[in-house]
């Protein structure tokens, strides 16, 4: 997005990893600390916008933990699940709602809930529980907030990356450019672009 012209706040847990990460990067980006579990971040964050830029133009959201591969739905640490839902689910879903002032001052908002096929219930089974139910709940929100929003000319889809090799994601799979390329699409769909869906590469996915 930065190499495109736009500017994007970058955040992360940590304020040094924040800046490590905008300055790799190429563009106008600036480092934030955001905690997407902790509404007075979400808050912060806000402020910051509102005071900076006046608006938002696109949310991205794209924090995730707990890709449980140790677990199985029949013996899940529900305390895992839980704590997965705060980042996965609640943590999105609190993002939206804070900055949706300023995305209805934006000219062409839009929000990018980044899912997985994990959460396709078309394809679900018994592991990784806590990822696949809270991803499956992210894309709930997704649909809510697109039917509730398209009144509003904002538009709310869920992306998948496919398997990246990201920190979460290790070594083996494409390469982040890849992935991140459906996250730019949705991000940057004209005004007459599909909402309320879930894709990967611009294609959908089934629910």
Request: net charge neutral.
């Amino acid at each position: 997005m930065a190499a495109r012209g736009h500017t994007v706040v970058l955040t992360a847990r940590d304020a040094a990893a924040a800046r490590a990460a905008a300055g790799r990067l190429p563009g106008d980006v600036v480092a934030f600390r955001l905690d997407v579990t902790s509404t007075s971040d979400a808050t912060a964050l806000a402020g910051f916008l509102r005071d900076e830029f006046g608006r938002l133009d696109v949310l991205v959201n794209n924090a995730a933990i707990h890709y449980d591969t140790w677990q199985r739905a029949a013996s899940a640490d529900l305390d895992v699940v839980r704590e997965a839902a705060e980042t996965n689910v609640y943590g999105p879903w609190r993002l939206a709602t804070t900055l949706l002032p300023l995305l209805r001052a934006g000219a062409h908002p839009r929000i990018v809930n980044v899912s997985s096929e994990g959460g396709s219930l078309a394809s679900m089974g018994g592991g990784t529980p806590a990822y696949s139910m809270t991803k499956a709940a992210l894309n709930a929100v997704t649909r809510m907030l697109a039917a509730e929003l398209r009144r509003d000319g904002i538009l709310v889809n869920s992306i998948c990356p496919g398997w990246v090799a990201t920190d979460m994601g290790g070594p083996g799979g494409r390469p982040v450019a890849e992935g991140a390329a459906g996250i730019v699409w949705a991000a940057t769909l004209p005004d007459d672009g599909p909402t309320g869906g879930f894709f990967r590469d611009g294609r959908p996915v089934p629910w």
